[in-house]
């Protein structure tokens, strides 16, 4: 599967399509991220806005994380799932909670993020690159 992606959270109410590929693909550890999925890792494709078309009542909340920077998950307002994540350091892009996306089992996970605070039980994947916390940010590809 290949762009556009097509997506909508469990209720319906908001669907989104991604006309570009993923800048990257991420699973992420942070303490946020495991609230926001029931305990486990969010997995997560950075895509740009530009070309995204997203319908339907999006709830944003935000918090200072540890780099400094406002970070604010997007949630379906009626059902609570979770859609997107932003950060006030990335202009022109967004990230997409992939579980919402209808198909995405080829998007592959290019780095897994705050492994120091996943739980003990949790599964690194050895062939995919690690950072115990928020790994250095890359120049967006243009
Ligand atoms: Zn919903
Ligand atoms: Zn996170």
Request: hydrophobic share 40%.
């Amino acid at each position: 599967m290949s762009a556009p992606y097509h997506g909508a959270c469990n209720c319906g109410a908001v669907t989104l399509t991604i006309a570009s590929e993923p800048l990257w693909v991420r699973q992420c550890w942070c303490r946020q991220c495991q609230k926001a999925a029931a305990g486990n890792a969010t997995c997560n494709g950075l895509f740009r806005t530009e070309g995204m078309t997203v319908s339907g009542d999006v709830t944003w909340r935000g918090y200072e994380a540890a780099s400094g920077n406002t970070v604010e998950q997007g949630f379906c307002a009626a059902c609570g799932t979770p859609v997107f994540a932003r950060n006030s350091s990335r202009g022109g892009a967004q990230v997409v909670r992939l579980g919402v996306l209808d198909d995405a089992a080829d998007l592959s996970i290019n780095a897994i993020i705050w492994t120091s605070d996943a739980p003990d039980w949790a599964y690194f994947d050895p062939q995919v690159k690690q950072w115990p916390g928020q790994p250095p940010v890359a120049k967006p590809a243009t």
